[in-house]
Structures are given as C-alpha cells and as structure tokens.
C-alpha cells in the first residue's frame, strides 16, 4: 500500500515534536569551525583572519590579502615579493585558451564564459591529475594569477578586440586594467581597482564559497571546485548583484524619479532592491561604507556627468533602504550596491562587474578549500521527505 514516511523514519530531520525542522537556506547551520572569516552583521564588522576590513583596504594590497588568507598571516616583505613575483610569472595563457575564448559565443555572459575558460584553463594543467590538497596553493597561485587574464581576453574578444598580453612589470590590479583597457591605468585607478579586490576577497560561507567547498569535499579537483564557485558567484541574488545594482540605477534613470520608482516597486513587495538585504548583515555592510566614500570621490571628481548622475540615484534610493527597510528590517544596502559605481567610473562594461568579483574571490574559495579539505568530510546534508513511498509500478504502456 502506498504509504507516507512517519517522522521517526527520518528523525534527523524532526523536532521533539515531529515536525519537520528545516533550516531553509541553510541559514544559521555551522557547517565546520574555521580561522579564515568573522562578520558580526550585527555590529557593520568583518574580519579576515582577525585583521578588520577598514585596516585591510588602508593598508593591504590584494596580493598581501591573498596571502594572509591562504597563509593565516600577514606576510613579511620577503615573503610578500617572494609571492607577488610568482604571481606575476604565471599570468600568462596558453595560446590554446585564447583560442577557446575566440570561440566562445558573442552573446555569451561573461560569467559563463569565466566559466567555461577556467574549465579550460584546468584541462591544460600538465600536473592536473595531482588532486591532494598539498597541490593546491601552487594551482592556486597560478589560476588566480591568470583570471585577470581570462577576464580581460574574454572582454575584449567581446567587444571585437584582440587581446592584451599581460605585463610583469604591474602589480596584479593594475595589470588587469591595462589588459582590459590596453593601456597603463592612472595611480588612482589602481589603487581603487585594488582596494575593490581586497573588499571582495573573501566573505565567510557564502553560497560560491559553500559551493567551492562541497566540490572540494569529495576531493574532486581544484579547478572543479573554482568553476562551481563561479557558477553560483553569477546569480543575481550573490555576486551577480554588482551587475543589477547599476541597471537598476540606469533604469530609475533620474533623481527625480527615485522616490516614485521606490514606491511603485519595493514598497508595493514586487521587486527587490538590487544591491541591499544579506543573509548575514542586518546592519551596514562595511564594504558598501568603503565603496561609498570611493564612489562619491569618482562622483565628484570624474568629471564624468554619468557616474554622477547615478551616484546621486543611489544616494537617495540608499536614504529610503537606509530609512525604512534597514531600520525596521535589517535589510540594508549590501557590497554590491556601490561598487559597481566605483567600475563604471574607471570605464568598465557593467557585464564585467561579476567576473571583477569572480577575480578577487578566487582568494576566499582557495582559503577555505584548504581549511576544509585538511580535516575533510564530505558535505552530504539530508531532506525531509514529503511524498509517498511503496506506489505501484505500472508499465509504460498502461499508463493513462
Ligand atoms: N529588497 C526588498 N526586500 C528584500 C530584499 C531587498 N533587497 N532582500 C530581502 N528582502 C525581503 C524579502 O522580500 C523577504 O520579505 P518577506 O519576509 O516579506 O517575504 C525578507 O526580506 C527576507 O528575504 P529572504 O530572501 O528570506 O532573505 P535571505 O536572507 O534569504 O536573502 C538576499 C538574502 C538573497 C541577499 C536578499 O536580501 C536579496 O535578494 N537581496 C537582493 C540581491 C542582493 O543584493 N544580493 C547580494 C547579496 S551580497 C553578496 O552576495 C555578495
């Protein structure tokens, strides 16, 4: 007889009362102990490795940042050359990658073109069968070495572009600007493109981290694991946010028309503020603090009439978040809010703002893989099962 599962069939899953007990989202589950990440979202606090974010964007590069995260340790000033200098050595493509990146469709995403090319970039890893995770660090260094790469061959080869080697001679954000744009990019930029990578480094057990470390966990491969980090990175509820935050300032369109614009579409529950809410923070995120100061000096001193015209919508749209939704809610404006401003005004196609996260990110998946996989167990959680068991099996050929 067709039957239902009773609860002490899958009593993991049921409270002392029966009933199912499910953290939807995974919200709140402690998946492992760790030593990488802290964010008090109560308190606008974040840590990597017990350093705060505001003493990391004043003073580290991303290259120290990396370090400190894969390492657990700011680096010396020997160790920090020794480690830039290998990352400069290996920012170079194989030609057989920047003829996958010619093939890939136009109208691709640069995300799943990120995607795909990493995969890629993997299959040409002479030591790609090395699987331990004594490994890692060395393809670590090396794939995050060449994303910037990828990203910038895959932007160019888009807009029609042949692409730009890279130089040894820049530090790592620099670099990426230069092949992005074909030409040395000014201190300022620099600077802002580097803070902006350290900003996005790392973030706890986000969904692109999770997803990093469950490939990981079966003891795949290190470029499997990254591709799935890159895969759940893209949707617009994580990292794809940066990308939506700025059309969504583009399609409010004017200052005058923010506040009707709220009204009609937040307020009336039928769509979400792009760039605000975390799982997390229910107070300012810290890095939307950072980004902001950048994004009003790029406003204020681009000259560029564009990036002012949305700073100013997402100045006032952020006063009615921060007014209403954060107050009573704790749905406040998140990272991704702001830096895609901070993008737009250094010319960057706002397609490219989620593979710019994919490239800073590369160094919170690697750090947590390693952490992970060195005490491992495969993720393998459970779900409560709600439909019946026992049917009876009818041939193809009878069914109605
Ligand atoms: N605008 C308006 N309402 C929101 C927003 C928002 N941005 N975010 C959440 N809410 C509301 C939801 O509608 C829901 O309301 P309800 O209880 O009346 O149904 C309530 O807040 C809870 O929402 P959840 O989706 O359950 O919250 P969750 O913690 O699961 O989601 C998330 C977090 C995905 C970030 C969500 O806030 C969101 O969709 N934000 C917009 C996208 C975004 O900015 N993502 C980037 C996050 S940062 C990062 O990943 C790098």
Known sequence: ??????????????????????????????????????????????????????????????????????????????????????????????????DVIREIPKDTHPMEALRTATSFVGNLDPEKQKLGIEYVPSKAISLTAKLPTIV????????????????????????????????????????????????????????????TVVVGSTLSDYYSAIVGGIGALRGPLHGGANEEAVK????????????????????????????????????????ARIFREHAKRFAETSGIPEVKKLYDIAFRLEELVMGQLCETRGICTNVDYWSGIVYYAMNIPIEQYTPIFAIARIAGWTAHLLEYVSRNRIVRPRLYYKGMLDLEYTLVDKRG
């Open 1 to 98: 007889m067709p039957r239902k599962p009773t609860p002490d069939m899958q009593k993991w899953c049921v409270d002392e009362k029966g009933q199912p007990r499910i953290n939807k989202g995974a919200e709140n589950v402690c998946v492992d102990e760790s030593e990488i990440c802290f964010i008090d979202g109560f308190h606008s606090k974040l840590y990597y490795r017990g350093y705060s974010i505001e003493d990391l964007a004043q003073h580290s590069t991303f290259e120290e940042t990396a370090y400190l995260l894969w390492f657990g340790k700011l680096p010396t000033r020997n160790e920090l050359k020794e480690f830039d200098q290998k990352l400069r050595d290996n920012r170079e493509l194989p030609e057989a990658a920047y």
């Open 152 to 211: 910038a061959a895959l932007a160019r080869v888009k807009d029609g572009k042949e692409p730009v080697k890279p130089r040894s001679d820049l530090s790592h954000a620099s670099n990426f600007l230069y092949m992005l744009h074909g030409e040395e990019p000014s201190e300022e930029w620099t600077r802002s493109m580097d803070l902006s990578l350290v900003l996005y480094a790392e973030h706890e057990m986000n969904a692109s981290a999770f997803s």
């Open 248 to 287: 969504q300032f583009n399609e409010i369109g004017s200052l005058d028309n923010v506040d009707k614009w709220y009204q009609e579409n937040i307020l009336s529950g039928k769509r979400r503020v792009m760039g605000a809410g975390h799982r997390v923070y229910k107070s300012y995120d810290p890095r």
